[in-house]
T-cell receptor
Framework: NAGVMQNPRHLVRRRGQEARLRCSPV?????VYWYRQLPEEGLKFMVY????????ESGMPKERFSAEFPKEGPSILRIQQVVRGDSAAYFC???????????FGQGTRLTVV | RKEVEQDPGPFNVPEGATVAFNCTYS??????FFWYRQDCRKEPKLLMS???SGNEDGRFTAQLNRASQYISLLIRDSKLSDSATYLC???????????FGTGTQLKVEL
């Protein structure tokens, strides 16, 4: 009974490259959330998706960031043309839907050099 | 006003102390409430759900006050291992979205 799986666990990118972060939710969960956590700061909501739909992307920067959760396969958070300020831990969580709790993956730590 | 607000702390308490955190939420239609714990550089993990009648799990007690729109977490007989950040989470059935507070940091000292 696998939990939320995120990969890679660590990702190093040079400025200007693209970063692709993957999240496989708990089997049967159709709700996925992405959060960013900067060093010494709290979790910041980025985007909430249900299968094939973006429900709330109010926390997502307008440029360079995109997310998807296709019918088949993992959810992807894509960051284009990364900058040093994108360095952070990116956590994905999945839920079968409110009022149920969400379960987190171990996160992807992105370092932009 | 933020959807979910918490005092960031840190709360520094001696071992054995009782400590309480509050968390306020703005959406009166909120229907599900949770406390999560996050250790340094780790993923948040569910600590306990918060029910209308309140609930207790060992040294931890969670309560909900709908009239004043806040939830609380009480930790009795604090242990060093309780040192972590405690996140309040609120869900709204209508939107299916879980909203996390930014967390309250607890440091339990000898």
């Amino acid at each position: 009974n696998a939990g939320v799986m995120q990969n890679p666990r660590h990702l190093v990118r040079r400025r200007g490259q693209e970063a692709r972060l993957r999240c496989s939710p708990v089997k049967g969960h159709s709700h996925v959330y992405w959060y960013r956590q900067l060093p010494e700061e709290g979790l910041k909501f980025m985007v909430y998706l249900q299968k094939e739909n973006i429900i709330d992307e109010s926390g997502m920067p307008k440029e360079r960031f995109s997310a998807e959760f296709p019918k088949e396969g993992p959810s992807i958070l894509r960051i284009q043309q990364v900058v040093r300020g994108d360095s952070a831990a990116y956590f994905c969580a999945s839920s079968p839907g409110s009022p149920n709790e969400a379960f987190f993956g171990q996160g992807t730590r992105l370092t932009v050099v | 006003r933020k959807e979910v607000e918490q005092d960031p702390g840190p709360f520094n308490v001696p071992e054995g102390a009782t400590v309480a955190f509050n968390c306020t939420y703005s959406n009166s239609a909120s229907q599900s409430f949770f406390w999560y714990r996050q250790d340094c550089r780790k993923e948040p993990k569910l600590l306990m759900s918060v029910y209308s009648s309140g609930n207790e799990d060992g040294r931890f007690t969670a309560q909900l006050n709908r009239a004043s729109q806040y939830i609380s977490l009480l930790i009795r007989d604090s242990k060093l291992s309780d040192s972590a950040t405690y996140l309040c989470v609120v869900g709204w059935r209508g939107g299916n979205k879980l909203t996390f507070g930014t967390g309250t940091q607890l440091k339990v000292e000898l």
